[in-house]
């Protein structure tokens, strides 16, 4: 169900530090970073996630929440289904080759802010 989830932090150095020690006790390690958010877990997989929120306002600190998709259509319907009850709709449904191949999601903000996804790891590109 839940694919991968992030928090805020108020420092990121200082929690990435934090994370390190912490998740590598429990043999997970930093497997990507971009500066302003990295995730853990096993290599091609990050699970958890930490943003810096230093910059944003303490109403703007979402949660960010992925949910398992199982293909494709399934991160349409999400979308679709979102839309219906009201989400704002942050990222498009679309191929997210950053990530890593077969990456397609969609983003959304829930009623209470939240980041919302729906993620697939199944994507192949068409060619």
Not at 51 to 73: G, I, K, N
Request: proline share 4%.
């Amino acid at each position: 169900m839940i694919d991968h989830l992030g928090i805020n932090c108020a420092d990121l150095d200082t929690s990435k530090t934090f994370y390190d020690r912490v998740l590598g006790a429990l043999g997970h390690s930093r497997v990507m970073d971009f500066g302003v958010a990295c995730g853990y877990g096993v290599e091609g997989h990050p699970g958890f996630w930490l943003s810096s929120y230093a910059d944003m306002p303490a109403d703007q600190r979402e949660v960010h929440v992925a949910f398992e998709a199982a293909d494709v259509a399934a991160v349409h319907a999400f979308h679709e289904a979102a839309v219906a009850a009201g989400a704002e709709v942050l990222h498009e449904p679309r191929a997210w080759p950053e990530y890593h191949p077969g990456y397609y999601a969609v983003f959304v903000r829930d009623l209470d802010g939240n980041n919302i996804e729906a993620v697939t790891h199944q994507y192949v590109a068409a060619g």
